[in-house]
């Protein structure tokens, strides 16, 4: 199976239409890491965790952009990660007085790095919004929908083809979020930070799902904070609830590429390592591969990643799903995707005996190379929250 062309042809608008794509049974792959990914390319600081790199660094932004297309996402999402004006200046700067970009700024300027991305391969643009400071701090929900049509209207102005209502923590400022979006007709993704024990406000994973649906989102999932098997965990308690409540969205997943089984209820933000030694507890492509399978096994049909997902490993997913999409993305013409090369060479030389089959990878426990690394962190009260610590 051949790695398609590095550009893709001209795309009717059908191949835009994300929830017609889904009827039809297709796969969609969303992109990964933006905000973590480009920390430690040097564009965003960590700590404040905000996008105008999007206006400061265009090329950067669009560069990694271009990567995750490549690598076989079908979708561009603009970087407006916590793009709301109550938290741009939040923190670094904000007691010098001195201020970032505006997130109209950063909106427009991210939109058209998505855009001109999505022209030369063809992907589904979405825009994303993100919970606000205005929520925690009024519960106001005129004041929060207020804050967020600021970085909506926009989204809107330069017709993006979805709307990821995306890293919410509590349900009720989600509903006023979808609700907000809806007036606009886009097709709307929703997914929450939250893992198997469910919202900030102790509202179960299951109803989240329910609430999400049937304030109108087509899509529903989790997102962030959690790695792929807590986050599964968590979409089976959805899918369970929603089934009860014969409610058909279609399933989302875009975990964090971190293992983090001892993390507690809110997840990576709560172990010793986040977020400058966080390294040692990246997942591998074949660790990704088994979660594409499992998710696409348990009806998830979009899916993709969130902080710490490299575009090598959106390559991974599309990889394991090649049969399902069709194809296999063009930064595979560099992969060994069969892994002959490497029978090849196990076949030369014995210290790399095994490697040239898929039994090895996905049987390999990989180490940290640290004599006195712990399998789970040292923290003073580790939660573990799912059975993914056995794994």
Request: aromatic share 10%; proline share 5%.
């Amino acid at each position: 199976m051949a790695p398609q062309e590095a550009t893709v042809t001209p795309v009717s608008m059908d191949a835009k239409d994300i929830l017609s794509r889904l009827r039809r049974g297709e796969v969609i792959l969303g992109d990964g890491s933006y905000v973590v990914t480009l920390e430690k390319r040097g564009y965003v600081k960590a700590g404040d965790w905000t996008p105008e790199a999007s206006v400061e660094e265009p090329e950067g932004v669009k560069m990694l952009a271009t990567e995750f297309a490549k690598a076989g996402a079908d979708v561009t999402q603009t970087f407006t990660f916590y793009s709301t004006d109550d938290w741009i200046d939040a923190f670094e700067g904000s007691e010098k007085g001195e201020k970032k970009a505006t997130c109209r700024e950063i909106n427009t300027a991210a939109c058209k790095i998505a855009k001109d991305v999505s022209k030369e391969y063809g992907t589904i643009v979405a825009g994303g919004i993100t919970q606000t400071e205005t929520y925690l701090e009024t519960k106001d929900k005129a004041k929060v929908q207020a804050e967020l049509s600021k970085a909506l209207e926009v989204l809107i102005e330069n017709d993006v083809d979805l709307i990821i209502i995306e890293y919410f923590f509590y349900i009720q400022e989600m509903e006023w979020a979808i609700e907000l979006c809806k007036k606009y007709g886009k097709p709307i993704a929703a997914t929450m930070a939250i893992g198997p024990k469910g919202d900030r406000a102790g509202i179960s994973a299951g109803e989240c799902a329910v609430r999400m649906s049937k304030a109108g989102a087509d899509i529903v999932g989790a997102n962030c904070l959690f790695d792929p098997w807590i986050n599964l965990e968590t979409i089976k308690k959805m899918k369970i609830a929603l089934d009860a409540f014969n409610q058909k969205p279609y399933l989302m997943t875009q975990p964090n590429a971190y293992r983090c089984p001892d993390c507690g209820p809110f997840g990576w933000l709560s172990l010793p390592e986040f977020p400058y030694a966080i390294e040692p507890r990246q997942i591998t492509r074949y660790e990704v591969k088994q979660f594409a399978r499992e998710a696409y096994n348990l009806g998830v049909r979009y899916i993709g990643g969130c902080c710490g997902f490299e575009p090598y490993l959106i390559r991974a997913i599309a990889e394991e799903l090649a049969q399902e999409r069709g194809g296999l993305p063009y930064s595979s013409r560099k992969s060994d995707v069969d892994l002959s090369l490497w029978k090849d060479i196990e076949g030369k030389q014995v210290r790399h005996a095994g490697k040239g089959s898929r039994e090895y990878w996905d049987n390999l426990t990989p180490c940290t190379g640290r004599p006195l690394s712990a399998a789970l962190c040292r923290q003073p009260d580790p939660q573990i929250v799912c059975t993914s610590a056995l794994k």
